[in-house]
Antibody, heavy 116, light 106 residues
Framework: EVQLVESGGGLVQPGGSLRLSCAAS????????MTWVRQAPGKGLECVAN????????YYVDSVKGRFTISRDNAQNSLSLEMNNLGADDTAVYFC?????????WGQGTLVTVSS | DIQMTQSPSSLSASVGDRVTITCRAS??????LNWYQQTPGKVPKLLLY???TLQSGVPSRFSGSGSGTDFSLTISSLETEDFATYYC?????????FGGGTKVDI
């Protein structure tokens, strides 16, 4: 059974940093692109970043370029999102999702709240 | 980035109704278009990919059409469990982008 479990969310002050993790199991992690998608409260979906199966390609939405870094550890079947200089607009539930072109499997998400 | 615009943003319907949601891309995306359904408190569920290919397990009352810049999702006969928010997503180029969503309620 495919499982994706996010962790690391929480309350952080504006300008702060947070590192999200996603533990993957039930599939061959090292052959899939992985994606972080976020959803602000009551709002729509936004692909934040994705990473190729070997980590050699990474893409970011413009609003997070230079602040967020996606990475993966295929030996540990884990995906990470390092988030710096956080602002109120980054408040959202962050999901990790398997795949690049479409996402069948999603984690349950971790809530990031940016507030003073 | 490619912009995706959905319409309407919300609609009211009844069980048994035929419902159509449209999605427009800011540039030609050929058929690189997915549709998702999200109910409150749940993660999105993939309905269709390639604009018109039904994901395994999705009921046949859902169908998709279109290519280029204009796409549509049709639910032929609305059922209770279909009251949800629907999102289109282009997957021609990174970063993948979603439409703003269409909420279907009673």
């Amino acid at each position: 059974e495919v499982q994706l479990v996010e962790s690391g969310g929480g309350l952080v002050q504006p300008g702060g940093s947070l590192r999200l993790s996603c533990a993957a199991s039930g599939f061959s992690f090292n052959i899939y692109w992985m994606t972080w998608v976020r959803q602000a409260p009551g709002k729509g979906l936004e692909c934040v970043a994705n990473i190729k199966y070997d980590g050699s390609e990474k893409y970011y939405v413009d609003s997070v370029k230079g602040r967020f870094t996606i990475s993966r550890d295929n030996a540990q079947n884990s995906l990470s999102l390092e988030m710096n200089n956080l602002g109120a607009d980054d408040t959202a539930v962050y999901f990790c999702a398997r795949g690049r072109n479409y996402h069948i499997f999603w984690g349950q998400g971790t809530l990031v709240t940016v507030s003073s | 980035d490619i912009q995706m615009t959905q319409s309407p943003s919300s609609l009211s319907a009844s069980v048994g109704d035929r419902v159509t949601i449209t999605c427009r891309a800011s540039q030609n995306i050929r058929n690189y278009l997915n549709w998702y359904q999200q109910t409150p408190g749940k993660v999105p569920k993939l309905l269709l990919y390639g604009a018109s290919t039904l994901q395994s397990g999705v009921p046949s009352r859902f169908s998709g059409s279109g290519s280029g810049t204009d796409f549509s999702l049709t639910i032929s006969s609305l059922e209770t469990e279909d009251f949800a928010t629907y999102y289109c997503q282009q997957n021609l180029s990174a970063p993948l982008t979603f439409g703003g969503g269409t909420k279907v309620d009673i």
